[in-house]
């Protein structure tokens, strides 16, 4: 009987041992995976591709901005359609004409093979990516790339790849190796995102799928010398991956740029994108060519809360989505294209310009399908690019990371006018944005002389640098969509 008792007893402790141990919660790297980012961070802020706390003395881990991102003029690159070769090195041909008009940094759409499983149209969408760390063979070889990143370094160029996610082609290696790292419905099939039918939503409650990711984007920054990531549908996934991401990235390069496709969120800005897309700028001039009051423009140009620390908007008139799927430039904007190309480079923030924009291309590009551009010898607002990307990186006034903007009031509400300074320079906007003609109007410089440095009026575009005080800009007329940029 004893023996049963100390048998029994002995069974309970056992029991009641198991249990204990079962109730105890996992620690956080047995439950998520051992790779670690940094040894240096809080404990268990940064473990596979979650970082939870972005505090603490880890210098990466404190928000920056590189330096050069304050005079930044991005140009969006279709490689396909740029040229009738659409390849890296016809691209590569280019550079010397966009040095010459200003651009400093281009962002390159996805360079990756595309996935030809579910695959829309003949060629595919760039965004169903097959192979994170591979490059399409319809651009070139990995060599022929390298050639082009560091022709354009040479050139005093940085370069962005567009960074997709979110989401695969259905025959990334992923999905055959780790079905586990996707999102899969009811039935057990992998999901879709949205209609994006030639695409596989990817599932970032797996850690490992994360930490895999962060690997790859980092073999493009180490390896090749990329110089940072637009992230393509930035918003659908979490802001705790890409703090991560940035975290180990900026711990090989400091100095990158994190673009985010997506309206500016305090969780993408807090740490780890230094721009987002200024989606209420574009709303707002979309429809002035309608003709509705230029005041609401206001409302795009002033840098709103969202934007953390120094970070600020990307402000664009076009890109690869507007372009293909509601209409060219020209369509869009019409004549208001050419005064609100100039809002876009002197508000807060940086620029954008798409392919062919100095073109005036009135076509929408293809997307699936081979389309290149048609270039004329002279581009048609190649003269007012060079002249505005000039502007942009010598004035400190026109700082990415400076928010300073003074709204003037003319005598005549139709000319819209604000002012930019960093306390040692001034630049001042004034323009009609309307299709009509107004007639003697007013303001104050508030500076008593400036210096024109830039008069557009129709097909007319005037450098002259000239001496203008308050008595110019007294009683003056202004042609429809006629402005001026002046500088103290």
């Not at 590189?66 to 890296?88: H, K």
């Amino acid at each position: 009987m004893k023996r049963i008792c100390a048998l029994l007893l002995t069974v309970c402790l056992l029991l009641t041992f198991v249990a204990c141990a079962s109730s105890d919660p996992p620690k956080e790297q047995e439950k998520q995976g051992a790779y670690r980012l940094s040894d240096q961070v809080p404990k268990e802020s940064v473990i596979d591709g979650m970082m939870t706390s972005i505090e603490g003395d880890d210098a990466v881990l404190q928000k920056s901005t590189a330096s050069w991102l304050d005079t930044c003029v991005l140009y969006e690159v279709n490689i396909r359609q740029y040229t009738e070769e659409g390849t890296f090195a016809a691209f590569e041909k280019h550079l010397d004409r966009l040095k010459a008009m200003g651009v400093n940094t281009l962002w390159l759409m996805p360079i990756h093979p595309i996935s030809e499983k579910e695959r829309k149209g003949t060629l595919g969408s760039y965004y169903a990516v097959s192979d994170y760390k591979g490059v399409n063979p319809e651009f070139g070889t990995l060599e022929v790339f390298q050639h082009l990143v560091n022709k354009a370094h040479e050139m005093g160029f940085k370069v962005i790849l567009d960074w997709v996610a979110n989401h695969t082609g259905w025959d990334n290696a992923w999905i055959k190796e780790h079905t586990d790292w996707y999102v899969h419905k009811e039935d057990g099939s992998i999901k879709s995102p949205y209609d994006w039918t030639d695409t596989a939503q990817l599932d970032y409650e797996n850690y490992a799928m994360r930490a895999e990711m962060i690997r790859a984007m980092e073999y493009w920054i180490k390896e090749i010398g990329i110089d940072g990531f637009r992230c393509d549908h930035a918003i659908g996934v979490p802001a705790n991956f890409w703090n991560a991401a940035v975290y180990q990235l900026k711990s090989v390069n400091s100095e990158i740029m994190m673009l985010a496709e997506s309206s500016a969120t305090q969780g993408l800005t807090e740490y780890a994108f230094d721009t987002c897309y200024n989606d209420a700028l574009y709303g707002q001039a979309l429809m002035t060519k309608g003709g509705v009051a230029t005041s609401s423009i206001k409302e795009g140009m002033e840098v709103a809360p969202n934007y953390r620390g120094s970070s600020f908007p990307m402000n664009y008139l076009d890109n690869h989505d507007k372009n293909s799927y509601e209409g060219s430039i020209a369509e869009r904007f019409g004549d208001t294209y050419e005064p609100l190309l100039a809002l876009s480079y002197l508000t807060p923030g940086i620029p954008l310009l798409y392919t062919a924009n100095e073109e005036g291309y009135d076509h929408e590009l293809a997307f699936f399908e081979k389309d290149p551009v048609k270039w004329d010898e002279k581009p048609r607002y190649e003269e007012l690019i060079t002249a505005l990307s000039a502007l942009k990186t010598t004035n400190s006034a026109l700082a990415s990371t400076n928010r300073s903007i003074t709204f003037i009031e003319p005598s005549n509400s139709k000319l819209f006018a604000f002012s930019r300074s960093d306390g040692e320079r001034t630049v001042i906007y004034a323009a009609n944005l309307g299709k009509e003609a107004i007639q003697n109007v007013s303001f104050n410089l508030g500076i008593g002389t400036a210096k024109c440095v830039l008069h557009v009026n129709g097909d007319k575009v005037d450098t002259t640098v000239t001496d203008m005080t308050d008595k110019d800009f007294s009683s003056r007329d202004y042609d429809p969509y006629e402005f001026y940029i002046l500088t103290v």
